[in-house]
């Protein structure tokens, strides 16, 4: 009998599931990729072709079938970049509800184990700082960031209502920001913009007065992690996120210092419901995980900036 494992992700087309893909096909695993392409791309894993790899061009709102035995499924399908969850929130919040509810039907019916992506906006514009798995968070329902959070929170629910009332083996992994290669330019998020701002000489655009906080992870520690816990017996709510908090404003001077941009930094007015403070309180993760990041910014921007030089020269 062999050991190798068949693992389903949902949105593994999208930055954090190709590179879940990739560290498992090196492992040894057979992985089934499932997405839309609504925010993913299929170049992130048209390479693994040929490797005991198999992709599904799915929406997981709609019922899922696999016929192969599945062991494992990483449920990442979302839109997770403000700009994609503001221009998709009724998908968003279909994703977060009936495709976790698919998702989780299909774990069940293979008696596998399922690991849903959540996310530190579970937390909103926390009112404790730095955030533990223990805090219920401080959201705006029906603000129009609600539609990302409330998914998030309503799947974690639906987990643990699977857990509790099947007894499937399930696992909760609360994802703060995380950044590095194959991220999509201009996506929304702080580095992805500010990184092609500054590569493009365009103005670096800062929103509000750039003290507010973020707690940025490198995308090798955070997958590092996040198979750690697939294969843990844990099944709360685990924190994965750098601990080392930096604010906005520092975080783009940096990437102008690394890219040698003559861009300027100006201010716009910060979105409704954008949060002052994000770091994670990890002493879950170390404790049971024997997890931290080991990347620091400035070591995991160099590669993530080395991508975006080369897709900017290849889309011209």
């Not at 783009?252 to 954008?274: F, I, Q, R, Y």
């Amino acid at each position: 009998m062999s050991d190798k494992r068949t693992i389903l992700i949902t949105g593994g087309a999208g930055f954090l599931g190709s590179h879940l893909t990739e560290n498992l096909l090196e492992a040894g695993e057979r992985v089934v990729v499932m997405d839309n392409l609504l925010t993913g791309d299929i170049r992130n894993v048209s390479r693994y072709v040929g490797r005991d790899f198999l992709f599904v061009k799915h929406d997981v709102t709609l019922y899922i079938a696999v016929d192969e035995p599945i062991d494992c499924i990483l449920h990442f399908a979302s839109p997770a970049s403000p700009l994609d969850y503001l221009q998709h929130p009724i998908h968003t919040l279909k994703v977060g509800a009936l495709g976790t509810h698919n998702a989780l039907g299909l774990a069940l019916h293979h008696g596998a184990r399922f690991l849903l992506a959540s996310t530190s906006e579970v937390y909103g514009d926390p009112q404790i700082n730095p955030q533990n798995e223990g805090y219920w968070g401080h959201v705006n329902p029906i603000g129009p960031r609600g539609v990302y959070d409330e998914a998030k929170r309503f799947a974690e629910a639906m987990t643990m209502a699977y857990n509790r009332s099947h007894g499937l083996s399930t696992r909760i992994v609360r994802i703060f920001n995380t950044y590095g290669p194959r991220m999509r330019l201009r996506d929304g998020r702080a580095i992805p913009n500010f990184i092609t701002q500054a590569l493009c000489g365009e103005p670096i655009t800062i929103y509000g007065d750039g003290v507010q906080t973020r707690s940025f992870t490198f995308v090798d520690d955070l997958v590092r992690g996040i198979l750690a816990l697939l294969d843990s017996d844990e099944n709360q709510p685990v924190n994965l996120g750098n601990p080392e908090e930096v604010t906005i404003r520092t975080m783009a001077e940096a990437v102008l210092e690394l890219t040698g941009s003559d861009s300027k930094l100006v201010e716009e007015p910060l979105p409704v419901d954008d949060p002052k403070v994000r770091c994670p309180d990890i002493t879950r993760a170390r404790q049971v995980l024997g997890w931290e990041p080991t990347v620091n910014l400035r070591e995991g921007l160099v590669p993530t900036i080395a991508w975006f030089k080369e897709q900017l020269r290849s889309d011209r």
